[in-house]
């Protein structure tokens, strides 16, 4: 079973802090790399993928690839109460094209 | 508003009961999905449609019956569900099967009694 982990938090932030969520997968041949934030009551909503070892930036969000480690990253620049919410990191399985998810970590930003 | 709408929002049911879930894109997309989501649990993938056609049946139990009738158009029929199956049931839609970007409905909290 291929599997994706994450640490569930609370990961709690001052406002303008940066903000790292990790997520660690275990299927080595996986490509695709995708983080999905989710508000309470609400549904996932795509905010960055990325395919390439190294960074991707994206105005304050960088994520952040290492596939020697099988490790993807999501750092969250000058963190705003409104970043608060359920990230969620997802991996395309190698032979399957369909991404598996993690359980998500919840970010709390307070002021 | 994601381009993907999905009906009802909530649904409380016995577990003899018969109902079902829509989901409706409207972003010419050709691939759609249904995902499980329990507390503290990852998404779970149930059902893959493409082009009308179901490529993905993930072991899920037969009380459980997926239909597409098209392109833009995903139910979920239940019945004789068990109160372990009560979840948010989340519709997901792609541009194509090969696409990996999904854009979710608000999805269906269900409660089974």
């Known amino acids: 079973q291929k599997e994706v982990e994450q640490n569930s938090g609370p990961l709690s932030v001052p406002e303008g802090a940066i903000a790292s969520l990790n997520c660690t997968y275990s299927d080595r041949v996986s490509q695709s790399f995708f983080w999905y934030r989710q508000y309470s009551g609400k549904s996932p909503e795509l905010i960055m993928s990325i395919y390439s070892n190294g960074d991707k930036e994206d105005g304050r969000f960088t994520a952040q690839l290492n596939k020697a480690s099988q490790y993807v990253s999501l750092l969250i620049r000058d963190s705003q109460p409104s970043d608060s919410a359920t990230y969620l990191c997802?991996?395309?399985?190698?032979?399957?094209?369909?991404?598996?998810f993690g359980a998500g970590t919840r970010l709390a930003v307070h002021p | 508003e994601t381009g993907v709408t999905q009906t009802p929002r909530h649904l409380v049911m016995g577990m003899t009961n018969k109902k079902s879930l829509k989901c409706e894109q409207h972003l010419g997309h050709n691939a759609m999905y249904w995902y499980k989501q329990s507390a503290k649990k990852p998404l779970e993938l149930m059902f893959v449609?493409?082009?009308?056609?179901?490529?993905e049946n993930n072991s899920v139990p037969s009380r459980f019956s997926p239909e597409c009738p098209n392109s833009s158009h995903l139910f979920l029929h239940l019945h004789t569900l068990q109160p372990e199956d009560s979840a948010l049931y989340l519709c997901a839609s792609s541009q194509g099967i090969e696409n990996e970007k999904l854009f979710f409905g608000s999805g269906t909290q269900l409660s089974v009694l």
């Open positions: 997802a991996v395309v399985s190698g032979g399957y094209n369909k991404l598996i």
């Open positions: 449609y493409s082009l009308e056609e179901r490529v």
